[in-house]
């Protein structure tokens, strides 16, 4: 099976870099994915990391370690937008590798 | 763009009412999902299927069904709904042949309340 781990909140200030943590025990991936949801809205697709190291997209960079169990999102140059909920993700190996294993997420709040 | 529309956004039913909640997407996706959300819980998968007719049990199936009888048409059947099933359900998509990261796109959600 899978489990992911996330802290539950994060605060951080405008401008800043925040950085969300994701530790998991899976018995095989694919990758790692990151989705953002603001409150009231649909969760949305951020990036997937298949190999180990950073992909960047953007002010967003995702980080995978499968030799640590561990990957994160880091988010650069913050604003007020980007106070929303991150999840973490992975995609199975094996049968049902359609489905993908979501992490409880993190509310990231953006203060001024 | 991808489209993934859920029947209603809020809806009110009463204990042991059957509920549909219905979900259709506009990419020819051949998979389909159905999530509930809970404060602290995250997404959890109830149900998903991988094509027409076909499905499969995600983690939480009890006290739901589904049904797809056509191509971009996943409905999820609570057969006598309970207070407990009061959540926030999530409706996805995704290609098989055509996507790398496994993305997933959701529909704007349905807040179900039962009374």
């Known amino acids: 099976g899978q489990s992911l781990e996330q802290p539950s909140e994060v605060t951080a200030v405008e401008g800043a870099i925040v950085q969300i943590n994701c530790t998991y025990q899976t018995s095989g991936f694919y990758g790692l994915s990151w989705y953002q949801q603001h409150d009231g809205g649909a969760p949305t697709f951020l990036s997937y990391?298949?190999?180990?190291g950073l992909e960047e997209t953007g002010r967003f960079s995702s980080f995978l370690s499968r030799s640590d169990s561990y990957g994160y999102l880091l988010l650069q140059e913050l604003q007020m937008k980007d106070s929303a909920s991150y999840f973490c993700?992975?995609?199975?190996?094996?049968?049902?590798?359609?489905?993908?294993?979501f992490g409880i997420g993190t509310k990231l709040q953006v203060i001024p | 763009d991808v489209k993934v529309t859920q029947s209603s956004r809020y809806l009110v039913k009463r204990t042991g009412e059957k509920v549909f909640l219905e979900c259709v997407q506009d990419?020819?996706?051949?998979?389909m999902f159905w999530y509930r959300q809970d404060p602290g819980l995250g997404l959890r998968l109830i149900y998903f299927s991988y094509d027409v007719k076909m499905k499969e049990k995600g983690d939480i199936p009890e006290g739901y069904s589904v049904s797809r009888e056509k191509k971009e048409r996943f409905s999820l059947i609570l057969e006598s709904a309970s207070t407990n099933q009061t959540s926030m359900y999530l409706c996805a998509s995704s290609s098989t042949g055509t996507n790398p990261y496994n993305e997933q796109f959701f529909g704007p959600g349905t807040r179900l309340t039962v009374l």
């Open positions: 993700a992975v995609t199975p190996i094996g049968r049902g590798y359609q489905k993908v294993t």
């Open positions: 990419m020819d996706h051949e998979n």
């Open positions: 990391n298949a190999l180990d």
